[in-house]
């Protein structure tokens, strides 16, 4: 029988903390109407990530990826003039998750 990790104890990806960083900070933003309550959860997330990517592949691979996730958050508004609010902030997204997990992959190879 295969064991089920303990998804209390398990450490979620960081990929997925960006992630759910800038989908969820925009979300927040858009239903609750307050921006600030979108920033927190984006500030609060990126936290999370920043160090996790610490953690997992260095503090020079975190302080890229930590400014990867400050740019698309910055670069998704005009973005979003193009093609779209959820577009733009899907598209951003996947950047982020797609960056981290190669290079956390990368990171993971070389130990």
Do not use: C, D
């Not at 990826?65 to 670069?75: C, K």
């Not at 508004?77 to 577009?87: C, E, M, N, S, V």
């Amino acid at each position: 029988m295969a064991k089920v990790p303990n998804v209390f104890t398990a450490a979620a990806p960081a990929a997925l903390t960006a992630a759910s960083g800038l989908v969820g900070g925009y979300g927040v933003a858009r239903w609750s109407g307050r921006r600030e309550l979108g920033g927190a959860v984006l500030a609060v997330a990126g936290a999370g990530a920043a160090a996790q990517w610490r953690r997992s592949a260095g503090p020079g691979t975190a302080a890229a990826l930590t400014g990867l996730y400050v740019a698309a958050f910055g670069g998704s508004h005009p973005l979003a003039k193009r093609i779209g609010a959820w577009p733009s902030v899907l598209a951003v997204t996947g950047v982020v998750a797609a960056a981290s997990t190669a290079a956390t992959a990368l990171a993971a190879r070389r130990k």
